[in-house]
């Protein structure tokens, strides 16, 4: 039983591993010593030196909070691809089907490409 018309059992299989990879890159990414707090505890007397490692672990925290918004964004998406495969892949914005190729470059892309174009633009005029 083939839900898709646009996307064949080979497509979605070929999409599902992308996300699955994606969610163990991150995670072990996440998990990983580079991630964990720079010199916690140790004394700078240096104002310049405190700045530096400062702004790293601002950097750090930032990567790390995008990291688990991508990881939360994933299994969503792998959620869809187990549970509800009606609802994956089509367009919230219009209601058509998103392209394969948008889908395996992006595979959180929730908007056909010409939506997230008009959603940028007003995101744009806006700024």
Same mark, same amino acid.
């Given at each position: ?5 646009? @996307? *064949?059992?080979? $497509?979605?299989? =070929?999409?599902? %591993?992308? +996300? !699955? ?8 990414? @996440? *998990?990983?010593? $580079?991630?964990? =707090?720079?010199? %916690?505890? +140790? !004394?700078?007397?240096?104002?310049t030196d405190r700045a530096t490692l400062e702004t790293e672990r ?22 869809r691809l187990t549970h509800k495969l009606d609802e994956f892949g ?10 394969y190729d948008r889908l395996i470059g992006v595979p959180t892309a ?18």
């Open positions: 039983m083939q839900v898709h018309d646009f @996307l *064949s059992e080979q $497509q979605l299989n =070929c999409i599902r %591993e992308k +996300v !699955s990879q994606g969610i163990a890159n991150i995670q072990e990414r @996440l *998990s990983s010593e $580079q991630n964990t =707090c720079l010199s %916690e505890g +140790v !004394s700078m007397p240096d104002p601002s950097c750090g925290a930032a990567l790390r909070n995008r990291e688990e918004k991508q990881l939360l964004n994933l299994r969503k998406v792998l959620g089509f367009c919230e914005g219009c209601g058509i089907e998103i392209d929730v908007k056909c490409l010409e939506c997230q174009r008009i959603e940028e633009y007003k995101k744009g005029q806006m700024h």
